[in-house]
T-cell receptor, first 112, second 114 residues
Framework: QKEVEQNSGPLSVPEGAIASLNCTYS??????FFWYRQYSGKSPELIMF??SNGDKEDGRFTAQLNKASQYVSLLIRDSQPSDSATYLC????????????WGLGTSLAVNP | ETGVTQTPRHLVMGMTNKKSLKCEQH?????MYWYKQSAKKPLELMFVYSLEERVENNSVPSRFSPECPNSSHLFLHLHTLQPEDSALYLCASSRTGTGAETQYFGPGTRLLVL
């Protein structure tokens, strides 16, 4: 069974700090990795995707991928209360490339 | 607004009822998805349609019946549901239907089965 693991949290950080969210996956052949944000009562929305090893930056967000260690992380710099949400990691498997495997999500609370 | 709409937003139904969920996307995408989101469980993919053809059926019970009349519309027909089917049902679309694409989600239908 292909799996995506995330610490469910809650992860609590003070406003202005760096929030670090981690995700590990079991399918070594996975090629595409996504971070979605889901506010309470809302649907998921894409934050970032990453395909290659290394870092990818977009504003206050940085995704980091290490395929050898099978983990992908999301860093949020200068965290704001509006970043408080559940962050879902999704991984596209090598065997069935139509399907995303989703983690349970990490709940992030940014305290003013 | 993601360009994906779902109706109704909330639905309460008895186990003997028949109802349908509707999804419409205004993004010009060719693939549409139904997901189920339950508390303390990851998002579960139910069905994938690409160019109106069902390309993924994730071992979903037959009491859930999808229909995709064209690439902009997707339905989920519900009958004789069980209380454990209560969940948030999310529709999504993407450009072609490969897992390497961004999926755009609708607001979801919150379903309660009594």
């Amino acid at each position: 069974q292909k799996e995506v693991e995330q610490n469910s949290g809650p992860l609590s950080v003070p406003e202005g700090a760096i929030a670090s969210l981690n995700c590990t996956y079991s399918d070594r052949g996975s090629q595409s990795f996504f971070w979605y944000r889901q506010y309470s009562g809302k649907s998921p929305e894409l934050i970032m995707f990453i395909y290659s090893n290394g870092d990818k930056e977009d504003g206050r967000f940085t995704a980091q991928l290490n395929k050898a260690s099978q983990y992908v992380s999301l860093l949020i710099r200068d965290s704001q209360p509006s970043d408080s949400a559940t962050y879902l990691c999704a991984v596209n498997g090598a065997g069935n490339n139509r399907k995303l495997i989703w983690g349970l999500g990490t709940s992030l609370a940014v305290n003013p | 607004e993601t360009g994906v709409t779902q109706t109704p937003r909330h639905l309460v139904m008895g186990m003997t009822n028949k109802k349908s969920l509707k999804c419409e996307q205004h993004l010009g995408h060719n693939a549409m998805y139904w997901y189920k989101q339950s508390a303390k469980k990851p998002l579960e993919l139910m069905f994938v349609y690409s160019l109106e053809e069902r390309v993924e059926n994730n071992s979903v019970p037959s009491r859930f019946s999808p229909e995709c009349p064209n690439s902009s519309h997707l339905f989920l027909h519900l009958h004789t549901l069980q209380p454990e089917d209560s969940a948030l049902y999310l529709c999504a679309s993407s450009r072609t239907g490969t897992g390497a694409e961004t999926q755009y989600f609708g607001p979801g239908t919150r379903l309660l089965v009594l």
